[in-house]
T-cell receptor, first 115, second 110 residues
Framework: DQQVKQNSPSLSVQEGRISILNCDYT??????FLWYKKYPAEGPTFLIS?????DKNEDGRFTVFLNKSAKHLSLHIVPSQPGDSAVYFC??????????????FGQGTILTVHP | NAGVTQTPKFRVLKTGQSMTLLCAQD?????MYWYRQDPGMGLRLIHY???????AKGEVPDGYNVSRLKKQNFLLGLESAAPSQTSVYFC?????????FGSGTRLTVV
């Protein structure tokens, strides 16, 4: 059972426009959510995160929104740049018991930003 | 400032062969993880460790073994490789809020 889902395998956006990447989760024990970015032939790198007690976190061009009632989070990139083209993974941390700190990842969304 | 180092970066194995993937971190993290990345499946947890001498199963542990004899090293072993284990393997270490990943090992089993 996939506890973290990214239902859009890919997204194509024009440079300068907004990119919106979505993520849904099912486990109410998740207390922290993260977005990772991955370029080809490299490991994922941390991008931005949000605690479950907040509904928004902003860092430059990147903003993450959390809707706990809908178990949904989204990553907004404004304005999008060609260098943002990468695979984006949503991840959630389980606060419960012996799995504390363990991250569960979504399937990833390939973002392509066209010049 | 190495972070997390994985060796080797590439490997081709024949079915039935064995190998060990090495992960080393220099950040003094307690927690270390092994993930595999497959198209459409995202990153799936194979095994993890919450400290030296400890290991635990993740989401897809079958066919793999791990050891954490030293805090800085986490080894992933394949005793008898199968084509289904063709994947990109990532090691990560983390403490609290988020991980640092290695650059990955691309393994092909033929």
């Amino acid at each position: 059972d996939q506890q973290v889902k990214q239902n859009s395998p890919s997204l194509s956006v024009q440079e300068g426009r907004i990119s919106i990447l979505n993520c849904d989760y099912t486990n109410s024990m998740f207390d922290y959510f993260l977005w990772y970015k991955k370029y080809p032939a490299e490991g994922p790198t941390f991008l931005i995160s949000i605690s479950s007690i907040k509904d928004k976190n902003e860092d430059g061009r990147f903003t993450v929104f959390l809707n706990k009632s809908a178990k949904h989070l989204s990553l907004h990139i404004v304005p999008s740049q060609p260098g943002d083209s990468a695979v984006y993974f949503c991840a959630a941390r389980d606060a419960g018991g012996t799995s504390y700190g363990k991250l569960t990842f979504g399937q990833g969304t390939i973002l392509t930003v066209h010049p | 400032n190495a972070g997390v180092t994985q060796t080797p970066k590439f490997r081709v194995l024949k079915t039935g062969q064995s190998m060990t993937l090495l992960c080393a971190q220099d950040m003094n993290h307690e927690y270390m993880y092994w993930y595999r990345q497959d198209p459409g499946m995202g990153l799936r947890l194979i095994h993890y460790s919450v400290g030296e001498g400890t290991t635990a199963k993740g989401e897809v542990p079958d066919g793999y073994n791990v050891s954490r004899l030293k805090k800085q090293n986490f080894l992933l072993g394949l005793e008898s490789a199968a084509p289904s284990q063709t994947s990109v393997y990532f090691c990560a270490s983390g403490q609290g809020y988020g991980y640092t990943f290695g650059s990955g090992t691309r393994l092909t089993v033929v």
